[in-house]
């Protein structure tokens, strides 16, 4: 879940930051809440490895994450807006408890950076653009990526 206390946001509504919170908030394991935040064609880019087009796509990914990583959290460090958009800074944290990306589970504690750039129409979020830093978890759970 965000964390509420520490999030630095300017040139976005409240209205729009707390659709992002309850974006992070599904991605940190509540999936249905996607309904909520996004429109059924939202644009999720790039899409992980299997992942479906659209809103309906990324709920089984989410529920995957559920088996892959413990106390999984999402905290929204900095939100900066304009019209319809918003750049957001966070960290994706967790402990390694399922396989992911062919590394058997090591029970190690991670703080995932991500950025992600969102357009959105009518208080839903319609394109996600997002960089994650997987080398960053490779190093933190003590693994090598699969070069195959």
């Known amino acids: 879940m965000p964390n509420e206390t520490e999030i630095r946001s300017s040139g ?26 996004v429109t059924a064609d939202w644009q999720d880019i790039p899409l992980a490895p299997g992942q479906a087009t659209g809103r309906d796509g990324a709920k ?3 529920e995957g994450f559920g088996t892959v990583f413990a106390e999984l959290r999402i ?16 960290v994706m944290k967790g402990r390694h ?3 992911l990306l062919g590394v058997a589970p090591t029970q190690k504690e991670f ?14 979020l319609t394109r996600t653009h997002h960089m994650e830093d997987w080398m960053g978890w490779f190093a933190q759970v003590g693994a090598a990526p699969n070069a195959a």
């Open 12 to 37: 976005i509504s409240e209205a729009d930051l707390q659709m992002l919170k309850t974006f992070y908030r599904a991605f940190a394991g509540e999936p249905a809440l996607l309904d909520d935040c």
């Open 60 to 62: 089984p990914l989410i």
């Open 75 to 90: 905290e929204i460090l900095e939100v900066i807006g304009g019209p319809n958009r918003a750049a957001v800074r966070a």
């Open 97 to 99: 408890v399922g396989e």
């Open 111 to 124: 703080a995932l950076p991500i950025h992600e750039f969102h357009a959105f129409e009518n208080g839903r």
